[in-house]
């Protein structure tokens, strides 16, 4: 079955700086790849996604890029700010109606002010 | 819309005790899912549904049953519970054929 690994599992960073998490995948078969975000004590809510007929997306201060031959995306956040402080987690699925998603560990994401 | 509620927030249960988990959607959503959230281990599915009268096992489903009789709820089942399923429990649901899944606010449940 697929498998998500997620990279790193801390980050701390400056307010105004940028924060790159990276995720690789097993299954090949996989074509959908969405990140969420969860603030401490709350829900998981998506944040991006992208499927595998596109290499980037972005909206906002937010993209996630996609490599399908290495197996691995990553999240991009640009002018972080304070409020970015959460744990994010990427996921990975095939599109066959509903989303089995397969999760990665998450990454905690300190901004320092 | 209320979205998705769960009942209860927390849960504090003993060992071999039975309890249900509730989860209900007000969205109309098809699909309905169950998650167990562990520290350093993300999100892992335990159940999934497609409709009502319609479940099938996801990544983690040992010791927990579920069923659908409605559109609206999904309920996850503990039949007698063990320390390893102390956890933070989450239901989702989504539109069929789409990609979101929108997450309920979560169940803390420690077995003792």
């Known amino acids: 079955g697929e498998n998500v690994e997620q990279h790193p599992s801390t980050l701390s960073v400056q307010e105004g700086d940028s924060a790159v998490i990276k995720c690789t995948y097993s299954?090949?078969?996989?074509?959908?790849f969405p990140w969420y975000k969860q603030e401490l004590g709350k829900r998981p809510q998506l944040i991006i996604d992208?499927?595998?007929?596109?290499g980037e997306k972005k909206d906002q201060r937010i993209a996630v890029t996609l490599n399908k031959t290495a197996k691995h995306f990553s999240l991009h956040i640009t002018e972080t700010q304070p409020e970015d402080s959460a744990v994010y987690f990427c996921a990975a699925s095939r599109v066959t109606g509903f989303q089995k998603l397969v999760f990665g560990t998450g990454t905690r994401l300190l901004v320092s002010p | 819309n209320a979205g998705v509620t769960q009942t209860p927030k927390f849960q504090v249960l003993k060992t071999g005790q039975s309890m249900t988990l509730q989860c209900a959607q007000d969205m109309n959503h098809e699909y309905m899912s169950w998650y167990r959230q562990d520290p350093g281990m993300g999100l892992r599915l335990i159940h999934y549904?497609?409709?009502?009268?319609?479940?099938d096992q996801g990544e983690v489903p040992n010791g927990y049953n579920v069923s659908r009789s409605t559109t609206e709820d999904f309920p996850l089942r503990l039949l007698s519970a063990a320390p390893s399923q102390t956890s933070v429990y989450f239901c989702?649901?989504?539109?069929?054929?789409?990609?979101?899944?929108?997450f309920g606010p979560g169940t803390r449940l420690t077995v003792t």
């Open positions: 549904s497609v409709g009502a009268g319609i479940t």
């Open positions: 299954d090949s078969a996989s074509n959908y």
């Open positions: 989702a649901s989504s539109p069929f054929l789409s990609d979101e899944q929108y």
């Open positions: 992208i499927r595998s007929n596109v």
